[in-house]
């Protein structure tokens, strides 16, 4: 299950979320959608990176029995400039980041792995057909 947490004026359906997380992991999640000012302050408060990103990370630290995997924040900010950006949906950018997110959740780490985050990205975005925008500007 993701328990959403949408703390943005924008109306979202997250049932497509839902499956490729499904797919992912049995675990739940916490998806957090938020505007640039706040995930400065998260940036800031947790990377001491004092600047908006696309999305954070937080994996719960034990792995127990039905605990969650953790937290997903993501700037609504960020994806509607970059769904303009790269002429595609609000929607399929929100879930290239959600892919993004929830693949750290589960240790993948693209600034330390041998591109196997990248890989399982690509996996991803085309199973779900999603636009290639997050592998070119990843590349």
Do not use: C, W
Not at 37 to 58: G, P, Y
Not at 79 to 101: C, M, P, Q, R, W
Not at 108 to 134: F, T
């Amino acid at each position: 299950m993701i328990d959403f947490d949408n703390q943005t004026k924008i109306d979202i359906d997250v049932s497509s979320l839902e499956i490729i997380k499904n797919e992912l992991s049995s675990k739940d999640i916490e998806l957090i959608l938020v505007y640039n000012d706040e995930i400065q302050t998260l940036n800031k408060e947790h990377r001491n990176i004092d600047k908006a990103t696309d999305v954070l990370s937080f994996p719960l630290e034990y792995d127990m029995p039905n605990m969650p995997l953790g937290s997903i924040v993501i700037s609504v900010d960020f994806v509607e400039d970059k769904a303009k950006e790269y002429n595609h949906s609000f929607l399929d950018e929100l879930t290239l980041l959600f892919i993004h997110g929830m693949l750290h959740l589960l240790g993948y780490d693209h600034e330390v792995d041998k591109g196997e985050h990248r890989k399982k990205e690509e996996e991803l975005i085309k199973k779900y057909n999603l636009p290639n925008s997050l592998i070119v500007r990843n590349s």
